[in-house]
């Protein structure tokens, strides 16, 4: 008897691999020749000068840390000022300089305000319209031909967002009744009459004994 032989079954493997590296060279070659016709400068054209800045301010930075007073921030809830402690080493007539108030959360609401030399080492800052919530307070100045740059944070808050437990209202107190005061109970009579007998109770179950 002859075979008959069976009829081959289509194998996809070869003809989908063929596309699949068809299809990534093409995609390279793609991406090259975008990169090519669009060229971007890593570097910006004015790197000297940004670095020459950037390092001139880690210089102040510093300069600030190597004095012995730092800067310090306080606020005063009552009055709505902040109190801006200058190093008094670094700090004179002749100094100059500002100071940049800095919410994180709102850059719309960012300050600058100049330093005056007439109030001395310690600088007030009217914070009654300043949002309450984190500020960052950095101070930058010069004095007798040296620059510092010092930073420092406060959290602005109000009278009314500190709860004090001596002024918080008394907890109402429960009702009590009286024992005396209520109304007399009904005596309690001993009706033979409102007992039923026994043998006049209707059965639950007339199987069961009453």
């Known amino acids: 008897m002859s075979s008959v032989a069976s009829p081959s079954r289509w194998n996809p493997w070869p003809i989908a691999l063929i596309a699949f590296f068809t299809l990534a060279i093409l995609s390279i070659a793609g991406f090259v020749v975008f990169c090519t016709m669009h060229p971007e400068e890593l570097v910006a054209p004015d790197y000297y000068e940004q670095e020459i800045r950037y390092q001139g301010h880690l210089e102040k930075m510093a300069r600030a840390r190597e004095l012995k007073g730092r800067l310090s921030l306080r606020y005063d809830r009552a009055t709505k ?3 801006v402690g200058m190093p008094a080493e670094a700090f004179g007539p002749s100094a100059a300089g500002h100071i940049d108030l800095y919410r994180p959360s709102s850059r719309l609401q960012d300050l600058v ?41 406060v959290i602005l808050e109000t009278l009314s967002s500190t709860l004090n437990p001596n002024r918080l209202p008394p907890l ?39």
């Open 81 to 83: 000022v902040i109190q």
């Open 113 to 153: 305000i100049k330093l005056n030399p007439s109030q001395g080492a310690n600088q007030t800052i009217d914070a009654s319209k300043l949002s309450p919530g984190l500020w960052r307070v950095r101070v930058s100045w010069s004095n007798a031909g040296q620059e510092y740059w010092a930073e420092e944070k």
């Open 172 to 210: 109402p107190r429960a009702a009590t009744v009286s024992v005396g005061q209520g109304p007399p109970l009904p005596p309690i009579t001993n009706n033979k009459s409102s007992i039923l007998d026994s043998k006049s109770r209707p059965r639950l179950n007339p199987g069961l004994p009453g």
